[in-house]
């Protein structure tokens, strides 16, 4: 019973329109209990419902059409730290990778926002900001509070502690 439940839901899940990117699925072999079945399950369905992902075509279709001041919210594996950017307002400055291989720039305000502790590559994170068009494929800002209330608040997670 447990085996045909599990199926439901991942399929329910990996088709829902909500659900655009893929993630880690667990594994659902014969060597796992029941528990840890639906354990897996429960964890898998809070991060699916937790944050609606922007559709990845909308990343790629503003890049294609340079368009810019877009508000995304985006999963992707970090595949540089480079150095903070200390021109004006300082940034700490890094590149992901989306699930479509399109390569964004995160640029995260420190003066503002805390830096993202112990950032390296490899790590997944949930970033929250507004896209801008570049070349090189993106760039993310606003990826923390505006102490204004100007603009959008955003944030980045990583392994569910907040950066904004």
């Known amino acids: 019973m447990i085996d045909i ?3 439901l839901l991942l399929t329910t899940l990996i088709t829902s329109s909500d659900y655009t990117q893929n993630t880690s699925l667990p594994s659902l072999n014969h060597n796992h209990s029941s528990i840890e079945i639906a354990a897996s399950l429960s964890t898998l369905k809070t991060s699916a419902t937790r944050y609606r992902l922007t559709n990845l075509a909308v990343l790629r279709n503003a890049f294609n059409n340079r368009a810019s001041n877009i508000q995304v919210l985006v999963m992707g ?3 540089a730290v480079l150095s903070d950017d200390n021109d004006g ?3 700490q400055r890094f590149i992901v990778q989306l699930q479509n ?3 964004l720039l995160v640029a ?3 003066d503002i926002a805390p830096r993202v502790s112990g950032l390296r590559v490899g790590d ?3 970033i929250y900001g507004e896209y801008e068009w ?3 494929g993106g760039v993310i800002h606003w990826t923390h509070h505006d102490p204004s209330r100007r603009h959008i608040d955003g944030w980045i997670d990583r392994n569910g502690t907040i950066f904004r």
């Open 89 to 91: 307002s300082r940034h």
């Open 134 to 136: 570049s070349e090189q």
């Open 77 to 79: 594996r970090v595949t």
């Open 124 to 126: 997944t994170l949930y």
């Open 5 to 7: 439940l599990s199926s």
């Open 108 to 110: 995260h305000n420190i």
């Open 101 to 103: 291989s399109q390569t």
